[in-house]
């Protein structure tokens, strides 16, 4: 690979990881163009694509795209070797199998949220992929694999999230986890009928201590006015018959 070419393909797969948070093992869904091509040209895909990306792969394909090579006949025979050593992905056709190029774009979704790769050739399914934002496309060109710089559609949803406008992926994500942890996104009968747990309480140290009897209170004293005399005790004198005078008992003012 030469210099130039290695460059642009780490500045490409920058763009994706930056701002549509693409991370290893990549992804990558192929179709039975992209393997007829590399058969004609010699490249070994499992060897090729870990040292293009410099990471981590996952080579896949879906039900739909073996389908349609074994309807082509013999021609596309040793495409479908190919093919059928990647993973099969699953996808919504599994009874009513479709054309792999309308497989591919529905796997894609309108957001790519499972961020795919795609190596395909064909001319109409590329067209269709570029309308949807984030999704890096691999195509064969002079005996070389060649990631295709990012779509107008990638650039302007990133322009639109620098704005404002628009809402990343990465920023979706952890909304999305915030309101799981706060139980925002659940539904009204959901919370409703979920039961707070209450804390287990212990008792009031407080009102384990026994209770103190009431005493009888104890009348108040007396007390005397500091101002207040002392009575005095008059004494009558009584003279008896024999003229002796006698002290009468003591006769205290009422």
Do not use: W
């Amino acid at each position: 690979m030469k210099i130039k070419r290695q460059k642009q393909a780490k500045k490409n797969i920058s763009f994706y990881k930056y701002n549509f948070s693409f991370r290893q093992p990549f992804q990558i869904l192929l179709d039975g163009t992209f393997c007829q091509a590399a058969l004609k040209n010699k490249i070994q895909i499992k060897e090729q694509m870990p040292k293009y990306l410099m990471g981590e792969v996952q080579l896949c394909t879906t039900n739909c795209a073996l389908k349609e090579l074994e309807t082509l006949g013999k021609e596309l025979y040793g495409a479908k070797l190919i093919l059928q050593r990647f993973q099969v992905r699953n996808c919504a056709h599994f009874k009513s199998p479709v054309p792999a190029s309308e497989c591919l774009l529905s796997m894609l979704g309108e957001s790519n949220p499972h961020h795919y790769f795609v190596a395909t050739q064909d001319h109409s399914l590329t067209t269709g992929l570029k309308k949807i934002p984030g999704v890096p496309l691999f195509y064969i060109i002079a005996n070389t694999i060649v990631l295709d710089k990012p779509s107008q559609g990638s650039l302007d949803h990133v322009q639109a999230v620098q704005l404002g406008e628009l809402v990343s992926p990465a920023q979706q994500q952890s909304i999305r986890s915030l309101k799981e942890e706060q139980g925002i996104g659940q539904k009204d009968g959901e919370r409703r009928g979920r039961k707070r747990r209450r804390k287990q309480s212990h008792p009031n140290p407080l009102s384990c201590l026994k209770k103190k009897k009431k005493g009888v209170p104890t009348p108040p004293l007396k007390k005397t006015e500091e101002g207040e005399k002392r009575k005095r005790n008059r004494h009558k004198k009584q003279k008896t018959e024999e003229g002796d005078n006698v002290s009468a008992p003591a006769i205290t003012n009422t």
